[in-house]
């Protein structure tokens, strides 16, 4: 079974994104998906309620397909925390997401740290977009998450462009860093990645629908990774994050 942890499913106008979930349903079969972490474009509390409940909805509709995390904005912190509450213990969330560009919220700041550490208490993870952006780089994430040591913290496309080797090199220091691939232009990093830090600590992701699911799940299969690194890298590694049961992790398959 396959994991994507990075999707999104939304209905932004305001960016002139219309991606409902059956527009991303198709393209998941498409590529042998069969589960993905699924956001919203635009970030709560300014997305408003209607964004939470997006994403609940699509989850309800495909239970078997589809994950929720909830995107937010650490700067609101006590619209954040309460949002990530419900999300977590009352709509079943399984994540959080953050996009420091679009929140002006650095990873190392007291609003984000604190966020973080309220996902480790909830015993979900937090995925970063993680680039060349101001406020982005693997460096900031990596002095926040050593400040939330007992978050999972997912920095995801692997630093982007020019961040890469930096990104693979602060998960080397910090065993609470997780590399996901997710439009990543040199698929070979994510081969040195697994042999640095580990496939237990590499978790594939598309960033669907905006990037084919197909060509990114044929990135990390052309490296010809060992059968145990594969199966870890495109879901077995995702599904311990995820706190999946073991039937649904599909442990011991890759499609």
Request: net charge negative.
């Given at each position: 079974?396959?994991?994507?942890?990075?999707?999104?499913?939304?209905?932004?106008?305001?960016?002139?994104?219309?991606?409902?979930?059956?527009?991303?349903?198709?393209?998941?079969?498409?590529?042998?998906?069969?589960?993905?972490?699924?956001?919203?474009?635009?970030?709560?509390?300014?997305?408003?309620?209607?964004?939470?409940?997006?994403?609940?909805?699509?989850?309800?509709?495909?239970?078997?397909?589809?994950?929720?995390?909830?995107?937010?904005?650490?700067?609101?912190?006590?619209?954040?925390?309460?949002?990530?509450?419900?999300?977590?213990?009352?709509?079943?969330?399984?994540?959080?997401?953050?996009?420091?560009?679009?929140t002006l919220a650095h990873p190392n700041g007291d609003a984000t740290v604190e966020l973080m550490r309220r996902c480790g208490e909830l015993g979900v993870p937090v995925l970063f977009h993680c680039g060349d952006d101001p406020y982005t780089t693997p460096?900031?994430?990596?002095?926040?998450?050593?400040?939330?040591?007992?978050?999972?913290?997912?920095?995801?496309?692997?630093?982007?462009?020019?961040?890469?080797?930096?990104?693979?090199?602060?998960?080397?220091?910090?065993?609470?860093?997780?590399?996901?691939?997710?439009?990543?232009?040199?698929?070979?990093?994510?081969?040195?990645?697994?042999?640095?830090?580990?496939?237990?600590?590499?978790?594939?992701?598309?960033?669907?629908?905006?990037?084919?699911?197909?060509?990114?799940?044929?990135?990390?299969?052309?490296?010809?990774?060992?059968?145990?690194?594969?199966?870890?890298?495109?879901?077995?590694?995702?599904?311990?994050?995820?706190?999946?049961?073991?039937?649904?992790?599909?442990?011991?398959?890759?499609?």
């Open positions: 079974m396959i994991i994507d942890f990075h999707t999104h499913v939304d209905e932004a106008e305001i960016y002139g994104w219309i991606d409902p979930p059956e527009k991303l349903i198709p393209l998941l079969d498409g590529a042998g998906i069969s589960k993905a972490v699924v956001m919203t474009y635009v970030d709560l509390p300014g997305g408003g309620q209607a964004a939470l409940d997006y994403i609940a909805d699509a989850v309800r509709r495909y239970p078997d397909r589809l994950i929720g995390f909830v995107r937010l904005d650490p700067n609101h912190r006590r619209a954040a925390r309460d949002a990530v509450d419900r999300a977590v213990l009352e709509l079943g969330f399984r994540g959080v997401k953050l996009h420091p560009t679009t460096q900031a994430i990596e002095a926040g998450a050593a400040r939330a040591a007992e978050t999972s913290i997912v920095m995801g496309h692997m630093g982007g462009y020019f961040h890469v080797d930096d990104a693979i090199a602060a998960a080397e220091r910090l065993p609470n860093l997780y590399l996901e691939t997710s439009a990543m232009p040199y698929p070979q990093k994510i081969a040195q990645a697994v042999e640095r830090i580990g496939a237990e600590r590499v978790v594939f992701g598309s960033d669907g629908p905006g990037c084919n699911p197909t060509l990114e799940v044929q990135k990390v299969r052309m490296l010809r990774l060992d059968p145990r690194a594969e199966r870890l890298v495109l879901g077995g590694t995702a599904a311990r994050l995820l706190g999946l049961e073991p039937d649904d992790a599909g442990r011991g398959t890759v499609s």
